[in-house]
């Protein structure tokens, strides 16, 4: 149980289109999902905080018109990078909370977005 | 400071040796502790969780948690290549929800 998917797994686009990131909890309902953004050989930055049905919480420092996020269900969140550039490049990954009896995150597999 | 602390490697051991992961932290408020596993470019897979001070087993995996010195430490038995890995360790505040707080993760190497 607790299996996180994220789709796709891998993205190249060109500089100033448009991204859209999937992350879906396949056996449970997610009232909780989380996106973070790592870069090579660091550890993940929190960029935002989803609850179903409601606006999503970012942390300072990241934008909240670049990085749209939109949790329209309890299984369902995704990420729209926006007017991507270059250093939007990076690896995304999502995580998810909402295990009956469970508080953990359960990750999914990532997504590695590069932008040309 | 940070408020999670650990060393980013990267740990060379050879196939069979002990493995020894730190993390120190600063903030008291901690009260859950985990250990994600992270192949590379994968996302982080939950390995062992702990709430309470002592030692928590789970086959070759031992985490343990020293509350008093603000340390905890996972230990690897018979460490194999398919262990090599970033390992992060991960806190949650008591009243925090789910928010996680991360170490920057040491990379394991396990050599044949």
């Known amino acids: 149980g607790a299996v996180v998917s994220q789709h796709p797994s891998w993205v190249i686009c060109k500089s100033g289109t448009s991204v859209k990131i999937e992350c879906r909890s396949l056996?449970?309902?997610?009232?909780?999902m989380f996106w973070y953004r790592q870069f090579p050989k660091q550890s993940l930055m929190l960029m935002a905080t989803s609850n179903e049905g409601s606006k999503a919480t970012y942390e300072q420092g990241v934008e909240k018109d670049k990085f749209l996020i939109n949790h329209a269900s309890l299984t369902l969140s995704t990420l729209t990078v926006t007017s991507a550039h270059p250093e939007d490049s990076s690896f995304y990954i999502c995580s998810a909370v909402g295990t009956p009896g469970r508080n953990w995150q359960f990750f999914g597999p990532g997504t590695r977005l590069t932008v040309l | 400071q940070k408020e999670v602390e650990q060393d980013p490697g990267p740990l060379s051991v050879p196939e069979g040796a002990i493995v020894s992961l730190n993390c120190t932290y600063s903030?008291?408020?901690?009260?859950?502790f985990m250990w994600y596993r992270q192949y590379s470019r994968k996302g982080p897979e939950l390995l062992m969780y702990t709430y309470s001070s002592g030692n928590k087993e789970d086959g070759r995996f031992t985490a343990q948690v020293d509350k008093s010195s603000k340390y905890i430490s996972l230990f690897i038995r018979d460490s194999q290549p398919s262990d090599s890995a970033t390992y992060l360790c991960?806190?949650?505040?008591?009243?925090?929800?789910?928010?996680?707080?991360f170490g920057g993760g040491t990379r394991l190497m396990v050599k044949p």
């Open positions: 991960a806190m949650i505040e008591n009243n925090a929800g789910n928010m996680l707080t």
């Open positions: 056996d449970f309902q997610a009232t909780t």
């Open positions: 903030n008291s408020a901690f009260q859950y």
